[in-house]
C-alpha cells in the first residue's frame, strides 16, 4: 500500500503564501490525495482531492478561492494564498487503497502556524 | 445540511467493550458506504473500518481486526462500531465520515485505562 509523507511543521506570516507538500511513496505516481483541515478542538474537514492534473472533481463546502492543488510526481500539493488567522489548522492528506486492510491511508499530518 | 453524530464513547476498562453509533442526516445515507476513523492523542488519523452501501462490503485495519465490528442499519440511518477487547492503544477520538471521506462527525471520544 502507498505511504503518505507529510513534513511535521509550517509556518507562515499572515497574508503570506504557503505550500505543503505530501508525497506518496515509490510506485504510486497515479494516486489520487484527499487534503483535509483540521482545526483545534475539531474534526476533519475535506478540502479537495488532487491528481497529477490538478484537481479532481469540487472543493469541499465553504472552502475559499485562496486554496487551491497541484500534482506533480509523487508529490500532491496544496496551496494557501493570503493567509488568514482561521488558517491555522493541521492539515492531513489521504489516500484511497480501495479494498483490504489499508482501505484508506494517511499521512502524519503538517500543523501550520499562522505567524 | 449534512450531518453526522457520533456518540457512545466514554472510559471503559482494557478488555471491556463499548458501541459507537453515528446518526446521519441531511443526505441520503442508505447510498453511502461510510468509514470509521481514529485519532489518537496528539496523532495523525487512523483509518479503522469501511462498510459498503448495503453493508455486503467491510474492511478492518490489521489493528482492530477480529476484535471490532463495523454495522449499519439504513432504515435508522445510523453507523454503528461495536469494540470488544479494548486496549490501551484503543484510546481516540473516533469519528464516523461518508466515503469518500467528504462529510466527518465531530467525533466521540474513547479512553481505555484502568
Known amino acids: 500500500q502507498p505511504v503518505l509523507t507529510q513534513p511535521p511543521s509550517a509556518s507562515a506570516s499572515l497574508g503570506a503564501s504557503v505550500t505543503l507538500t505530501c508525497t506518496l511513496s515509490?510506485?504510486?505516481?497515479?494516486?489520487?490525495v484527499d487534503w483535509y483541515q483540521q482545526r483545534p478542538g475539531k474534526g476533519p474537514r475535506f478540502v479537495m482531492r488532487v491528481g497529477t492534473g490538478g484537481i479532481v472533481g469540487s472543493k469541499g463546502d465553504g472552502i475559499p478561492d485562496r486554496f487551491s492543488v497541484l500534482g506533480s510526481g509523487l508529490n500532491r500539493y496544496l496551496t494557501i494564498k493570503n493567509i488568514q488567522e482561521e488558517d491555522e489548522s493541521d492539515y492531513h492528506c489521504?489516500?484511497?487503497?480501495?479494498?483490504?486492510?489499508?482501505?484508506?491511508?494517511f499521512g502524519g499530518g503538517t500543523k501550520l502556524t499562522v505567524l | 445540511e449534512v450531518q453526522l453524530v457520533e456518540s457512545g464513547g466514554g472510559l471503559v476498562q482494557p478488555g471491556g467493550s463499548l458501541r459507537l453509533s453515528c446518526a446521519a442526516s441531511?443526505?441520503?445515507?442508505?447510498?453511502?458506504?461510510m468509514n470509521w476513523v481514529r485519532q489518537a492523542p496528539g496523532k495523525g488519523l487512523e483509518w479503522v473500518s469501511y462498510?459498503?452501501?448495503?453493508?455486503?462490503?467491510?474492511y478492518y485495519a490489521d489493528s482492530v481486526k477480529g476484535r471490532f465490528t463495523i454495522s449499519r442499519d439504513n432504515a435508522k440511518n445510523s453507523l454503528y462500531l461495536q469494540m470488544n477487547s479494548l486496549r490501551a492503544e484503543d484510546t481516540a477520538v473516533y469519528y464516523c465520515a461518508s466515503h469518500p471521506l467528504y462529510y466527518w462527525g465531530q467525533g466521540t471520544l474513547v479512553t481505555v485505562s484502568s
Open positions: 462498510i459498503s452501501s448495503s453493508g455486503s462490503t467491510i
Open positions: 441531511g443526505f441520503t445515507f442508505s447510498s453511502y458506504e
Open positions: 489521504g489516500a484511497d487503497h480501495g479494498s483490504g486492510s489499508n482501505f484508506v491511508v
Open positions: 515509490s510506485g504510486y505516481s497515479n494516486y489520487k
